[in-house]
């Protein structure tokens, strides 16, 4: 398994859409890929024996390729789109 995490400032809540690309390749056939988003959210737990980082799944998404061709590049492109209840401007 290979484990990718990206860290996203703040700011794109303001954002009325995020898009996101992953490109990929391989040399070899790849049966069964499978993709998983995660959308995890950071808190700062305080205990009598100090403060911690607590993360906290709170989406997520399996998508499923199938295979992937060998000798092919292939791309994956999600877009998550706000309502408009919780935009401000």
Same mark, same amino acid.
């Given at each position: &398994? *290979?484990?990718?995490?990206?860290? *996203?400032?703040?700011?794109? %809540?303001?954002?009325?859409?995020?898009?996101?690309?992953?490109?990929?390749? +391989?040399? @070899? %056939?790849?049966? &069964? %890929?499978?993709?998983?988003? /995660?959308?995890?959210?950071?808190? %700062?737990?305080?205990? /009598? &024996?100090? +403060? /911690?980082?607590?993360?906290?799944?709170? $989406? $997520?998404?399996?998508?499923?390729?199938?295979?992937? *061709?060998?000798? +092919?590049?292939?791309?994956?492109?999600?877009?998550?789109? +706000?309502? @408009? &209840?919780?935009?401000?401007?």
């Amino acid at each position: &398994d *290979i484990h990718r995490e990206v860290e *996203i400032p703040t700011k794109v %809540l303001d954002c009325e859409a995020v898009s996101r690309e992953i490109t990929f390749h +391989s040399k @070899k %056939l790849v049966n &069964d %890929l499978s993709i998983v988003q /995660r959308v995890m959210v950071q808190e %700062l737990v305080t205990a /009598r &024996d100090g +403060s /911690r980082t607590k993360w906290t799944c709170i $989406e $997520e998404w399996v998508f499923t390729f199938g295979f992937v *061709i060998p000798n +092919s590049v292939n791309a994956w492109q999600s877009v998550i789109v +706000s309502t @408009k &209840d919780n935009v401000d401007g």
